[in-house]
Protein backbone atom coordinates (compact mmCIF):
# COMPACT_ATOMS: atom_id res chain seq x y z
CA UNK A 1 0.00 0.00 0.00
CA UNK A 2 1.14 3.59 -1.00
CA UNK A 3 1.11 5.74 2.09
CA UNK A 4 1.32 9.50 1.37
CA UNK A 5 2.02 11.57 5.05
CA UNK A 6 2.71 15.73 5.31
CA UNK A 7 4.29 17.44 7.59
CA UNK A 8 5.79 21.04 8.64
CA UNK A 9 2.70 23.11 8.90
CA UNK A 10 1.93 25.36 11.14
CA UNK A 11 1.67 28.86 12.34
CA UNK A 12 3.60 31.63 10.76
CA UNK A 13 3.41 35.37 10.43
CA UNK A 14 3.26 37.20 7.34
CA UNK A 15 6.10 37.25 5.27
CA UNK A 16 7.92 34.25 6.80
CA UNK A 17 8.45 31.01 5.84
CA UNK A 18 7.57 27.27 6.21
CA UNK A 19 8.65 24.15 4.27
CA UNK A 20 6.62 21.06 3.85
CA UNK A 21 7.41 17.72 3.41
CA UNK A 22 5.36 14.69 1.87
CA UNK A 23 7.28 11.37 3.07
CA UNK A 24 5.99 8.35 0.67
CA UNK A 25 6.08 4.62 2.05
CA UNK A 26 5.21 2.02 -0.05
CA UNK A 27 6.65 2.32 -3.22
CA UNK A 28 9.72 4.14 -3.81
CA UNK A 29 9.19 7.98 -4.54
CA UNK A 30 10.83 8.22 -7.84
CA UNK A 31 8.04 6.51 -9.62
CA UNK A 32 5.60 8.88 -8.79
CA UNK A 33 4.92 12.52 -10.21
CA UNK A 34 3.88 14.34 -7.31
CA UNK A 35 1.72 17.55 -6.42
CA UNK A 36 0.83 19.97 -3.36
CA UNK A 37 -2.77 21.09 -3.50
CA UNK A 38 -4.70 23.26 -0.76
CA UNK A 39 -8.06 23.86 0.23
CA UNK A 40 -9.29 27.06 2.59
CA UNK A 41 -12.42 27.30 4.46
CA UNK A 42 -15.18 27.47 2.30
CA UNK A 43 -13.12 27.01 -0.63
CA UNK A 44 -12.64 24.30 -3.16
CA UNK A 45 -9.00 22.50 -3.10
CA UNK A 46 -6.61 24.19 -5.35
CA UNK A 47 -3.33 23.33 -7.35
CA UNK A 48 -0.60 24.68 -5.84
CA UNK A 49 2.60 23.08 -7.54
CA UNK A 50 3.80 19.74 -9.12
CA UNK A 51 6.88 18.02 -10.45
CA UNK A 52 7.54 15.08 -12.62
CA UNK A 53 9.17 11.87 -11.49
CA UNK A 54 12.93 13.14 -12.17
CA UNK A 55 12.61 16.63 -10.79
CA UNK A 56 13.34 17.81 -14.16
CA UNK A 57 9.92 19.64 -14.69
CA UNK A 58 8.09 21.89 -12.37
CA UNK A 59 4.88 24.14 -12.52
CA UNK A 60 3.02 26.54 -10.38
CA UNK A 61 -0.20 28.40 -9.45
CA UNK A 62 0.21 31.50 -10.67
CA UNK A 63 -0.61 33.03 -6.78
CA UNK A 64 2.50 31.23 -5.61
CA UNK A 65 5.37 31.92 -8.44
CA UNK A 66 8.43 33.16 -7.00
CA UNK A 67 7.40 32.69 -3.28
CA UNK A 68 7.42 28.76 -3.55
CA UNK A 69 9.47 26.15 -4.10
CA UNK A 70 8.69 22.63 -4.90
CA UNK A 71 11.64 19.72 -4.78
CA UNK A 72 12.12 16.32 -4.42
CA UNK A 73 14.57 13.91 -2.65
CA UNK A 74 14.16 10.54 -4.38
CA UNK A 75 16.82 9.02 -1.79
CA UNK A 76 14.66 9.92 1.04
CA UNK A 77 11.31 9.12 -0.72
CA UNK A 78 10.65 13.01 0.15
CA UNK A 79 9.20 15.84 -2.06
CA UNK A 80 9.12 19.22 -0.21
CA UNK A 81 7.34 22.69 -0.54
CA UNK A 82 9.49 25.29 0.54
CA UNK A 83 7.08 28.35 1.04
CA UNK A 84 8.62 32.00 1.34
CA UNK A 85 6.92 35.22 1.98
CA UNK A 86 3.86 33.59 3.16
CA UNK A 87 0.84 35.98 2.88
CA UNK A 88 -2.64 35.13 5.15
CA UNK A 89 -4.59 33.95 1.96
CA UNK A 90 -1.84 30.93 1.88
CA UNK A 91 -3.59 29.86 5.00
CA UNK A 92 -5.16 26.49 3.88
CA UNK A 93 -4.87 22.97 4.89
CA UNK A 94 -2.20 21.66 2.42
CA UNK A 95 -2.44 18.34 0.90
CA UNK A 96 -0.01 16.28 -1.01
CA UNK A 97 -0.50 14.06 -3.91
CA UNK A 98 1.02 11.26 -5.40
CA UNK A 99 0.39 9.33 -9.15
CA UNK A 100 2.42 7.09 -10.60
CA UNK A 101 4.94 8.06 -13.69
CA UNK A 102 8.23 6.33 -14.94
CA UNK A 103 9.42 8.41 -17.65
CA UNK A 104 8.42 11.58 -19.80
CA UNK A 105 8.54 15.69 -18.52
CA UNK A 106 4.50 16.18 -17.78
CA UNK A 107 3.40 17.59 -14.49
CA UNK A 108 -0.06 16.77 -13.41
CA UNK A 109 -2.12 19.74 -12.01
CA UNK A 110 -5.47 18.89 -11.93
CA UNK A 111 -6.84 16.87 -8.74
CA UNK A 112 -8.23 14.39 -10.39
CA UNK A 113 -4.95 13.22 -12.15
CA UNK A 114 -4.12 11.89 -8.81
CA UNK A 115 -4.90 8.85 -7.06
CA UNK A 116 -2.73 8.48 -3.53
CA UNK A 117 -3.57 11.30 -1.46
CA UNK A 118 -1.92 12.05 2.08
CA UNK A 119 -4.45 13.65 5.19
CA UNK A 120 -3.41 17.05 4.94
CA UNK A 121 -1.39 19.97 7.32
CA UNK A 122 -2.43 23.16 8.35
CA UNK A 123 -0.63 26.23 7.30
CA UNK A 124 -1.78 29.28 9.29
CA UNK A 125 -0.34 32.71 8.51
CA UNK A 126 -1.24 35.61 10.35
CA UNK A 127 -1.39 39.03 9.49
Known amino acids: QVQVVESGGGLVQAGGSLRLSCAVS????????MGWFRQAPGKEREFVSAINWSGGNTYYTDSVKGRFTISRDNAKNTVYLQMNSLKPEDTAVYYCAAQRQYSGSYVYTRRDDYYYWGQGTQVTVSS
Open 26 to 33: GRTVSSYA
